[in-house]
């Protein structure tokens, strides 16, 4: 058996793992995944018909320490046991890690990334046997340490290899098409957000795709575009009064679009006018963002 402390806390949970398969007649095998009541008490009445009549000396302590443990405390220390048999071997669980932590840093890093997170892995399971006479590492510490890599290894700039996009279609039915048509009439500028939109579309797809950037970076991104946005757009309006008329209201709208047009908010140390115009036109598509201080009003539900 294994050497588990009884009287610990009720929501640690402990994890048997193996690369072999524990055999259906073994009463072990109904521990996996998520045993309901009925399997757990058999794998409790198998564990102390084994502990009563093993006679391997090895495991006498352990034996008897399972035994001494009143009912109820044996019954809990079986329900937070879970059986992962046929696991990944090492070389296995190699080619996991790396699909998991494939966003962490460019394709050709991963498996150096992987090795130095098990470099560390390794390091503190020594260092907490020596020091404690057991290992156990916080999620937070792990997670920290992934975060910690991942600034090692991310890359100064992202690649910018997506052509430019052209459509003979000006896509009426978008939003952030009647978003710009709500403040100019040019056709210019409409072809121009049109193939910014789709460029930028294209470029952070094709990131995520190659595993360049995790989602969440350009989640970030966004949230950043967001806050500017709000900034600009408040201090434009602020001009407007209760009197404006719809003229002022589309010169002001037309103001915040062409400072969208042209902005230039780089992501990690890539700059790019395609891309924040993009991404801006993006944002305004799912009505996050909008030209026309009245665009809610304009392009949401209406009532």
């Known amino acids: 058996m294994a050497r588990l402390r009884l009287g610990v806390e009720d929501h640690h949970?402990?994890?048997?793992?193996t690369t072999g398969e524990v055999e259906d007649d073994n009463p072990l095998h109904f521990l996996r995944p998520t045993p309901n009541d009925l399997e757990v008490n058999a794998v409790l009445q198998g564990l102390e018909v084994a502990a009563k009549s093993s006679s391997n000396a090895i495991t006498?302590?352990?034996r008897a320490a399972f035994l001494a443990a009143s009912a109820g405390e044996?019954?809990?220390?079986v329900r937070r046991i879970r059986l992962a048999d046929t696991s990944p071997n090492l070389e296995a669980i190699g080619s996991e890690i790396e699909h998991e932590i494939r966003y962490a840093c460019e394709a050709e890093q991963v498996a150096s990334f992987r090795r130095?997170?098990?470099g560390w892995w390794i390091g503190r399971v020594f260092d907490k046997w020596i020091a404690d006479g057991g290992a156990q590492i916080e999620l937070e510490e792990l997670g920290a340490q992934v975060s910690f890599l991942?600034?090692?290894y991310k890359p100064s700039e992202l690649p910018l290899d997506v052509p430019e996009q052209e459509c003979e279609d000006l896509m009426e039915d978008s939003v952030f098409i009647k978003q710009i048509r709500a403040v100019t009439e040019s056709e210019r500028r409409l072809r121009n957000a049109q193939r910014a939109f789709l460029r930028a579309k294209v470029q952070r797809s094709k990131w995520v795709?190659?595993?360049r950037i995790d989602p969440r970076e350009l989640e970030s991104f966004d949230d950043a575009l967001k806050d500017r946005w709000e900034?600009?757009?408040?201090?434009e309006c602020d001009s407007l009064s209760t009197a404006s008329t719809p003229d002022e209201k589309v010169t002001?709208?037309?103001n915040v679009l062409r400072w969208a047009e042209t902005s230039e908010v780089p992501i990690r140390s890539t700059r790019s006018v395609y891309l924040t115009s993009g991404s801006y036109h993006a944002l305004a598509d799912t009505l996050e963002i909008g030209w026309h201080p009245e665009f809610p009003d304009l392009f949401g539900p209406q009532e």
């Open 74 to 77: 044996r019954l809990s220390l």
């Open 13 to 17: 949970e402990f994890h048997f793992v």
């Open 116 to 118: 130095d997170l098990e």
């Open 252 to 254: 002001v709208g037309k």
């Open 60 to 62: 006498a302590n352990d």
């Open 209 to 211: 795709r190659e595993h």
């Open 150 to 152: 991942k600034e090692r």
């Open 231 to 235: 900034a600009h757009h408040a201090g």
